[in-house]
């Protein structure tokens, strides 16, 4: 049979959770709950109280796709924003420690006391440049903590989110990092161009030297060799050469800028080469395009996406976007392929004036070898100085591009600036409480559950049901520690305590003074108590299909009542007209006789031992119908007197001089021989004390009677507490109605 606590099978495994078990033990606990829910409350308000109040500002910003203009004499750059890595970097970028240092400057904050606090003190010895680049550091780290970095997904837009213990430092924090990242962007750009025009300024230097020297060398030559310009160029031949060197340099350069042009229009994305080199028509619709796409995102303030004006507006932008992309596309194209016409055409054309110049050099060669060198030096001097032009030329493109990069717009734009915010965002005073009352509840159903799986004692009859698969017969309350009751409401069948006294503020006799729990059924019988015994009088009897005659009551150890409740089980019997004998079988601890104070000097040894009759030794108890048999002095051999012939005897003459025989035998688990009564019995009644025995201890017991081949009747739970127990058994409840009821009736 299942263990009823949380589902654990007698073997250990677990089974189905018992939910209504559950509820009962959380119902039964709830102070404890309570308790621990009441402590996280307290806890959660205690953090708001002693927690800084933080603030949160949000400055939104939009950044674009840019591309960085190419150097003139290397392949262009891909477009950044084609590169799966250029956002991360942006956002790596405005969490660095070099955009920070640049906010604490912009802003002074390593004077501010609301950022620093009392900061550097005034007067103080000026630091080494180690240690304030060290404080700078840690101001950066402390203000980078602050930040953090929401894209927003799908889009080009991001939250600069600040939080601080200052409302408007949040604010001035947050619109700081966005308006410091864009003169940031705007610088490194201007940088860039400005290198780029500084190493064309580098090659221009190298060429004019270049150029110079070879037109010493060319002076140098003519004097030495006596000839001249005139003379190399004298004849068909030599105005052939000048001819096609002057057209070879010309094409050789113009391939090179058809070249150059096509190798960056084919490298460079549709939009960069559209834009740069295609129509005036295809700046017109972009303009268009970013002016729809601001207006959507100045509506997403106001509207839902899924507004129907918003879904409108969407339309229009993607229909906008996709014609802009298609005119891109087919001008791109276009270009591109205009630019390797061109290409083809000039660089055919070089290797046809290559063809030419080299046969009338071989010609040239065979006339005058002489003026051959100078004619070369010629050629290159003409065209190191058509490359001087260019490089000059490209470098003032460049310091122009620097100039419009360092005064155009940046690619970052702010879309809405932080504002001071009106109340702290954390700690929040209902989040607190939520948490720490969840936290509490948390705590407290797993101390219960805790101290539940802990607790291995037996609480309530139906879980001594439920663990040991035995009728329970009846459950006991309680009479409280003194054994009175007294102040403990349902232990009064009338359901009031000590103080209230009865209906009508009159109090009975049987209300006045504290008596023990044996003979309560013939000294209160209207007491709750008393009912429950009355109710094992009927389970009792309605337990067996054969006529009980002989009853045994016993109990796994000491101190479970089993003596009150053969006694008070006697007396119930006594009182419904039968002849009833009481048998005190615990030969070690006899304790019947004291009950109800007679004598002890002979008695049932007497009859096991010496032979003698027991109709003499019978003692009278006062109470109609009741007999006792006390145990007489205490005999060396108990277990033997119980297993001898004379006690079957015994029981056998009690059968036919009695109606009905409750023996109080010893505890199953303390003595060897507390089974042998129950051997001579019709059935064993046991008596189990709540909140006592251990559930592995009742199982002991159950097993070590069925072994024996002792037949078991029922159960009896005692010292039962309802109001104390998470198991309120309805026994109890029909206990306490019925002695409620035959007060009033009385009344």
């Not at 590169?83 to 970028?93: A, C, E, G, V």
């Not at 087919?330 to 290797?351: G, H, I, M, P, S």
């Not at 009833?580 to 031992?609: E, W, Y």
Request: with cysteine.
């Amino acid at each position: 049979m299942g263990d009823p606590q949380f589902g654990l099978s007698s073997s250990g495994g677990i089974e189905a959770i018992d939910l209504k078990t559950l509820w009962r033990l959380v119902r039964g606990r709830w102070p404890w709950i309570a308790a621990a829910v009441a402590a996280g409350i307290a806890v959660g308000v205690v953090n708001y109280l002693i927690s800084p109040k933080l603030y949160r500002a949000t400055t939104q910003i939009q950044i674009e796709p840019r591309n960085l203009v190419p150097s003139p004499d290397r392949n262009p750059w891909i477009e950044q924003w084609t590169n799966m890595k250029y956002f991360p970097t942006q956002y790596r970028l405005l969490r660095s420690r070099g955009l920070a240092e640049r906010v604490i400057e912009d802003l002074r904050l390593d004077t501010d006391p609301a950022f620093v606090g009392e900061g550097r003190k005034a007067g103080s010895e000026p630091v080494t440049a180690q240690e304030d680049e060290l404080y700078k550091a840690a101001l950066a780290n402390r203000l980078i903590s602050g930040l953090t970095v929401n894209p927003i997904e799908g889009t080009e837009l991001l939250n600069l989110v600040y939080v601080a213990t200052d409302p408007k430092l949040a604010a001035d924090l947050a619109n700081g990092f966005a308006n410091a990242f864009i003169d940031w962007g705007i610088e490194s750009r201007s940088e860039t161009l400005l290198q780029a025009n500084r190493v064309l300024g580098s090659q221009i230097e190298n060429l004019r030297r270049d150029v110079e020297a070879l037109e010493v060398g060319i002076q140098k030559y003519s004097r030495e060799a006596e000839v001249n310009a005139t003379d190399a160029g004298a004849g068909v031949v030599g105005q052939r050469i000048l001819s096609l060197n002057e057209q070879y340099s010309t094409a050789s350069a113009t391939a090179l800028a058809k070249q150059q042009r096509f190798n960056e229009l084919a490298s460079m994305r549709d939009l960069l080469v559209a834009e740069n080199f295609g129509r005036p028509a295809l700046e017109t619709l972009r303009n268009e395009l970013e002016s729809r796409q601001r207006d959507y995102q100045a509506r997403l303030q106001t509207f839902k996406p899924d507004h129907p004006e918003m879904v409108e507006l969407d339309s229009e932008v993607q229909t906008i976007r996709q014609r802009y992309q298609r005119e891109v596309a087919a001008e791109a194209a276009k270009l591109r392929q205009a630019a390797r016409t061109e290409w083809e055409a000039a660089r055919q054309l070089v290797d046809r004036i290559s063809r030419q110049r080299a046969e009338a050099q071989e010609q040239s060669l065979a006339l005058n070898v002489e003026v051959l060198p100078l004619t070369n030096m010629q050629m290159e001097l003409a065209a190191k100085r058509e490359r001087l032009s260019e490089l000059i030329e490209s470098q003032s493109q460049a310091s122009l591009s620097a100039d419009v990069e360092t005064q155009t717009r940046s690619n970052v734009h702010v879309i809405d600036k932080a504002l001071v915010p009106g109340g702290p965002f954390r700690p929040s005073l209902r989040q607190n409480v939520s948490l720490g009352a969840s936290g509490g509840l948390m705590v407290g159903l797993a101390l219960v559950f805790l101290f539940h799986i802990l607790d291995r004692t037996i609480k309530s009859g139906e879980e001594l049901e439920s663990l040991l698969d035995l009728p329970l017969l009846a459950a006991i309350p309680d009479m409280g520690s003194d054994g009175a009751g007294y102040g403990q409401r349902a232990y009064y069948g009338y359901g009031r305590s000590k103080r209230t006294g009865s209906k009508g503020g009159k109090r009975t006799t049987e209300d006045e003074g504290p008596v023990a729990i044996e003979m309560l059924p013939e000294t209160r019988p209207r007491l709750a108590v008393s009912e429950a015994y009355r109710s094992l009088r009927t389970s009792l009897l309605l337990s067996s299909a054969e006529d009980l005659q002989v009853v045994t009551v016993t109990s796994a150890e000491a101190g479970e009542g089993k003596s009150a409740t053969a006694t008070n089980l006697a007396i119930v019997m006594a009182q419904l007209g039968k002849k009833v004998l009481l048998l005190d079988g615990d030969l070690r601890k006899p304790r019947l006789h004291r009950i109800f104070s007679v004598a002890n000097g002979q008695g049932l040894v007497n009859c096991l031992a010496g032979g003698a009759d027991p109709s003499t030794l019978i003692q009278n108890t006062g109470l109609p119908g009741l007999h006792l048999l006390p145990t007489g002095v205490h005999p060396p051999n108990p277990s033997e007197l119980l297993a001898s012939e004379r006690m079957r005897q015994l029981v056998a003459w009690a059968r036919k001089s009695f109606d009905f025989t409750i023996i109080d035998s010893p505890p199953i688990l303390a003595v060897s021989d507390a089974i042998l009564p129950g051997t001579l019995s019709e059935g064993v009644v046991l008596c189990f004390r709540a909140n006592q025995i251990e559930r592995d201890t009742a199982r002991r017991c159950v097993e070590q009677l069925r072994l024996s081949g002792v037949k078991i009747l029922g159960m009896v739970l005692n010292r039962y507490r309802p109001g104390s127990s998470y198991h309120y058994d309805r026994r109890y409840q029909s206990y306490e109605a019925y002695a409620e009821s035959q007060v009033d009736s009385a009344a």
